[in-house]
């Protein structure tokens, strides 16, 4: 094993660049407070990450996703991580509506890119381009870069969730560096890294379930995978 994470484990191969990941059942928020261990989200959030990455590596975003390997296990190119989160929001929930004091649910006119450094003892903070160049992550070429494809990834995967009935309100994704030093989307896109609200309902389809303490967590997992496999059909 090469690294562990909250949620998942890094293993290396034979091959220098390629790196196998293995989703856990583990399940936190709140920065490590709220724990818990969810029957098969593992399986399910594997599933959904290589759909998702095999979608958008098809839409021409370069990605780290090789191959699914087992139901908890994915093949992925190796690469270092950049310690940034890029959160893109497309409706106000969550952090953002605590503290700009806005309603969950309200619909800006713009896109909103926040970015936040991965940092555990600091709880992982929100931070600003000028932030992120002065603690040396990354250039501010390579930012203008990272939100140009963040923006692509937007439009490509709200597309997607439209057509199974979802409204894509906010996520979170990672970069990394390959060995020739290119940045490419890396790490997992999943309802742990979304929020996800069905178009009709409202029900929220994603970790807010488990940070919220709403039951039928594993249920609204396996509703996102059972849609977006429908698509496969088609
Ligand atoms: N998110 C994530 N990991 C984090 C923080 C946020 O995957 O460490 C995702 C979260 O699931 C949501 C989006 O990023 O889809 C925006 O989260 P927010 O900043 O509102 O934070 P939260 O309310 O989850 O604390």
Redesign the pocket.
């Known amino acids: 094993m090469l690294y562990e994470g909250k949620a998942k484990q890094i293993y290396l191969t034979d091959d220098a660049d390629r790196v196998v990941i293995r989703y856990t059942d583990a399940a936190t928020?709140?920065?490590n407070v709220k724990k818990a261990i969810i029957a098969n989200k593992g399986v399910y959030n594997n599933r959904i990450s290589a759909f998702i990455f095999g979608y958008l590596r098809d839409a021409g975003i370069e990605n780290h996703y090789i191959a699914m390997l087992d139901d908890r296990d994915q093949l992925c190119r190796r690469v270092e991580i950049i310690p940034i989160?890029v959160?893109v929001?497309n409706v106000v929930?969550?952090?953002?509506?605590?503290r700009l004091g806005l309603e969950e649910g309200t619909r800006p006119s713009n896109v909103i890119y926040?970015i936040?450094y991965k940092a555990d003892e600091l709880g992982?903070p929100?931070i600003n381009d000028h932030h992120a160049v002065a603690l040396g992550i990354v250039t501010y070429d390579e930012l203008r870069g990272i939100y140009d494809m963040a923006a692509k990834i937007n439009d490509a995967l709200k597309s997607l969730f439209a057509r199974v009935g979802v409204t894509l309100?906010?996520?979170?994704i990672e970069f990394g560096r390959t060995g020739d030093g290119r940045i490419i989307l890396a790490d997992e896109i999943s309802p742990?890294?979304?929020?996800l609200w069905d178009m009709k309902t409202g029900d929220k389809l994603?970790?807010?379930r488990f940070?919220r303490d709403l039951g039928h967590v594993i249920e609204a997992y396996e509703e996102i995978y059972s849609r977006l496999e429908s698509l496969k059909a088609e």
């Open positions: 928020a709140f920065n989160e959160i929001r929930a969550g952090s953002m509506a605590k926040d936040c992982d929100l309100v906010d996520f979170k742990d890294t979304c929020r994603d970790k807010d940070r």
